[in-house]
């Protein structure tokens, strides 16, 4: 591969974003008799290139007084065709060198394909692990909510039987007045203690 060949590639000069070629250096590689404005007309023309999808025109102002140069970027695929239908000993040259870069152009895409979709992943990953965490702390906090509205209940059906009992205490004739004093207080303390308003 020659060392010409190799700098027909703008890597700096995007086509649809992927690398071009400039049309004059390809016109010189291939050695074609043709001037460059007829041979670049007779090439659209035969092989119905399209502009602004093959190639794409830009116009530079001379140093002299005149017309703008024109200049045709070519993207790889016109460029792999101009090289094949030239047909001589440098056209094949270049079509396998364009060939070869295309080929390289769809590893590179398929590699930032592969990393976009790992990044993603990780990403996606990331924000499920976020939402599963959040999750579990609702889950635990329904959790105490519901032992704590048990627990208030169960308090409520234990005071309910205390004071069931301090009234059957009362009434009973087996039990001294001194003795239902002290339970009646004892209870009292633990209502105190333990009230409903103060275990939330």
Do not use: C
Not at 64 to 92: C, D, F, I, Q
Not at 176 to 198: D, H, P, Q, W, Y
């Amino acid at each position: 591969m020659s060392y010409e060949l190799s700098k027909l590639i703008q890597e700096n000069q995007l086509v649809s974003d992927q690398p071009s070629v400039n049309a004059r250096d390809l016109h010189v590689f291939l050695e074609s008799k043709q001037q460059f404005s007829d041979w670049m007309q007779n090439k659209i023309k035969q092989y119905d290139f399209v502009e602004e999808r093959d190639f794409y025109i830009n116009l530079y102002k001379n140093d002299k007084k005149g017309r703008p140069t024109k200049e045709y970027v070519l993207t790889l695929h016109m460029a792999k065709e101009l090289s094949m239908v030239e047909n001589n000993k440098k056209g094949k040259e270049a079509r396998l060198y364009f060939i070869h870069a295309e080929e390289e152009l769809q590893i590179m895409k398929f590699e930032e394909a592969l990393r976009a979709q790992r990044l993603y992943d990780m990403e996606a990953t990331a924000s499920f692990m976020r939402t599963k965490t959040h999750v579990a702390i609702l889950d635990e906090n329904t959790m105490l909510k519901q032992e704590m509205r048990n627990l208030k209940t169960s308090y409520m059906k234990l005071q309910n039987l205390a004071f069931d009992l301090m009234g059957m205490i009362r009434n009973s004739e087996l039990f001294s007045s001194s003795l239902t004093i002290r339970v009646e207080a004892r209870f009292n303390s633990l209502v105190e203690k333990f009230g409903a308003g103060k275990l939330y």
